[in-house]
């Protein structure tokens, strides 16, 4: 599990309200997931692997080793 630093955004991130974009982990694609429209979080479009969720006070990025460990 990865979470965004709002303060330090990576290239490939971006984080506004209740929107953020994020890279996939797995393949490098990146998405944007967004509170409103994605409640239970979305998966990369590309691969699936990775799922991204906004909430009010985090975005967090659920790799597909989280589930191994
Ligand atoms: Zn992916």
Redesign the pocket.
């Given at each position: 599990m990865r979470y965004l630093d709002k303060a330090a955004l990576g290239q490939f991130e971006d984080w506004y309200g209740d929107n953020a974009a994020v890279q996939?982990?797995?393949?490098?694609?990146v998405?944007l997931v967004s509170a409103v429209l994605h409640r239970k979080g979305r998966?990369?479009?590309?691969?699936?692997?990775?799922t991204a969720k906004v909430t009010k006070q985090m975005v967090a990025l659920t790799e597909p080793t989280d589930s191994t460990s």
């Open positions: 996939c982990t797995s393949c490098g694609k998405f998966s990369c479009p590309a691969c699936g692997r990775c």
